[in-house]
Structure formats: C-alpha cells, structure tokens
C-alpha cells in the first residue's frame, strides 16, 4: 500500500493564502501611477475645463476692455491694463477653489478611502494631487497671462503705446501673473485638507486670499508688514513695474525678493499642511 507522505513539519498551514494574497495585492502603486490616477480624475471633470476656459476669456476680456479704455482717454500709456486687479483676483479665486474641491470631493464621495486603502502611503496621494494641481494651473496661468498681455498691447498698438514682451518689466510681471494661479490653488488644496468640507474650504480660500489683505492697511509698518505677506500683495508688488510710484505710497513698500519669497512660502506650507492632516486624521 502506498501512503501520502506527510507535509514538512516546517511549512505554515497559512503559507498558500498569504502567497496567493500576495500575488493579487500586486507590487505597489509608484509615483508615476498616482500621478496618471490625478491626472485622469481631473481631465475626466468637465466641469473644471468649462471653470477655466470661462475665467481665461473673463481675465483675457478685462484686459482688452481696459486697454480700450485707456485708448479712447488722455491718460496715456498704462501697461498695467493687462494684469487688472479684479480680473486677477478671480482668476485667484476660481484656482484657489478648485485647489480646494480636488481634495474635498473625494471626502465627500467616501473615495478618498478606497484611495487611502489602494495607497497607504498617503503622503504620495496628497503630493501627487499638489504636483498635478501645480503643473496644469502653471500652464493655465501661463497662457492666461501671456494671452491678456497680447490683447492689451493690440489694441495699446493704435495708438503707438504697446511694448514688446522684451520691455522692462514685463518678464518679471508675466512670471508673477501665470505662478499666481497655482499658488492659489496649491493654498487651496491646504485648506480643503483641513477644513473637509466644501462650502467651508471655498468660504475660507475666499477669506485668506482676496478678503484677508485689504484688513490690514500700509500705513503703519506692523500692518504693512502683515499686508505684504500675503498672495495678492505680492503678487500687485510683482507686476508694478513702471515709473515711480508718489512717496506717500512707497512708505512702506514691499521688496521684489520679499514678494517672490511669498509666492514660494505659501505653497509650500499648503501642501505640508495637506500632508500632515492627511497622514494624521481618520478618513
């Protein structure tokens, strides 16, 4: 008779699930692979696309209407007709929104827990939010300033006042009005992590970018000093290029490396702030 040899005392009883459970888990999901994942959540939106084409033509449109402007009156050259406040600080606002909501949706569908489950590293799940949100609204920035400055300088062209992207200044104001869209976005992002709830993420994007800076006046050099910390104040800092100022204004001027130094601070604490609550708090 023969007999079924007995199974190797050593060999754990578990040993076929744990190696089959292995196999389906699958190697663990790299950098490269979140970043497709983002990238596919944000393209599949349309209503993100709809936001920024939206925005793009308002900015592009208050840019020529102000250059119209300046073309029917006396008041002569003013190559800030292409970087207006107001349409700039929508243009803060919509990134600065929907920095916010690519993150808080997710907690609002309960996605964010089969993410969290897919990647444990969640770290990797916030940066690669940052580095997707970052680089689409840098090109959206981009196209958006480069195409307000052409408008304006068109119509600046009737009247032999336009300049060309090589003039003074206008480099410095280009680089500053196409980084301030992902700035905004990125503080956004922040502030969503922490917040987790849309009305509240927006209303408080809302608050710190556009409603927070005009508390605090430039009279006195404790509150300019606070003024000039913030995105919108470097950013009309960055794009104030040409001719002197009176120097009643110029009391307490912010500084050209000071303001760049805010466009680099706030980002980059929005996305550690992200990365901490996301890594410390229950999803």
């Given amino acids: 008779m023969t007999r079924t040899a007995p199974a190797p005392a050593h060999a754990p009883a578990h040993a076929p699930s744990v190696a089959s459970a292995t196999s389906a888990a699958g190697p663990p999901a790299r950098f490269g692979d979140l970043l497709a994942a983002e990238w596919i959540k944000m393209r599949s939106l349309r209503s993100t696309w709809w936001t920024i084409a939206l925005t793009a033509l308002f900015v592009i449109g208050c840019a020529t209407v102000a250059s119209l402007a300046d ?22 606002l919509v990134s600065g929104s929907v920095g916010a909501v690519t993150i808080v949706s997710e907690y609002g569908s309960g996605l964010i ?3 969290m489950v897919a990647v444990p590293a969640r770290h990797a799940v916030v940066l690669a939010k940052a580095v997707v949100l970052a680089a689409v609204w840098t090109a959206v920035g981009t196209v958006i300033s480069l195409a307000a400055f052409l408008a304006s300088q068109a119509v600046l062209d009737g009247r032999h006042a336009g300049v060309p992207l090589t003039h003074p200044g206008v480099a410095r104001a280009l680089v500053a009005s196409a980084l301030l869209a992902p700035a905004c976005a990125l503080v956004g992002l922040g ?10 993420s927006v209303a408080a994007t809302l608050f710190t970018l556009v409603m927070l800076p005009p508390l605090f006046s430039t009279s006195r050099q404790w509150s300019a000093d606070v003024n000039h910390v913030m995105v919108v104040s470097a950013w009309k800092r960055l794009v104030q290029n040409w001719g002197d100022l009176p120097d009643i204004n110029r009391v307490h001027d912010a500084t050209v490396p000071g303001s760049w130094a805010v466009y680099a601070v706030w980002p980059l604490v929005a996305v550690a702030l992200a990365v901490v609550v996301v890594r410390r708090r229950d999803v």
């Fill in 71 to 92: 073309h029917g009156g006396t008041s002569g050259f003013l190559p800030f007709d292409a970087f207006t406040p107001g349409a700039y600080m929508t243009l803060m």
């Fill in 191 to 200: 502030l969503g992590a922490l917040i987790r709830h849309t009305p509240g």
């Fill in 113 to 115: 827990r089969t993410t």
